[in-house]
């Protein structure tokens, strides 16, 4: 069983920067076994990839965001975070943490065999 929980989003102008975190617990350091992303949904929109961070400082992230989200990871503290820069109105949606024992770009399979967290809202401006 994992935990996943976000915090950061807000409303955010055209531009802009935002940090968004996640707390990732687990039983008996199970947590270190999986990879930890970050996913989107904007409205009427799929569950979307954005970024994904793996073991050592391995990271990979959607084309939508290179050059402007980072994601980090802070093993030994069991977080997640993604910086958000340079930010546009298509970044606007509800921004996932997820957990899972293999990577994937697809969210379904997330779902599947991982976790999620209660997602953190981030609304872009213009």
């Known amino acids: 069983q994992v935990q996943l929980v976000e915090s950061g989003g807000g409303l955010v102008q055209a531009g802009a920067s935002l940090r968004l975190s996640c707390a990732a617990s687990?039983?008996?350091?199970?947590?270190?076994?999986?990879?930890l992303g970050w996913f989107r949904q904007a409205p009427g929109k799929e569950r979307e990839f954005v970024a994904a961070?793996?073991?050592?400082?391995?990271?990979y992230h959607a084309d939508s965001v290179k050059g402007r989200f980072t994601i980090s990871r802070d093993h030994a503290k069991n977080t997640v975070s993604l910086q958000m820069n340079s930010v546009k109105s298509e970044d606007t949606g509800v921004y996932y943490c997820g957990a899972s024992p293999t990577f994937s770009s697809k969210a379904a399979d997330w779902t599947n065999i991982g976790y999620w967290g209660q997602g953190t809202s981030v609304t872009v401006s213009s």
């Open positions: 687990g039983s008996g350091g199970i947590i270190a076994n999986y990879v």
């Open positions: 961070a793996f073991d050592g400082d391995i990271t």
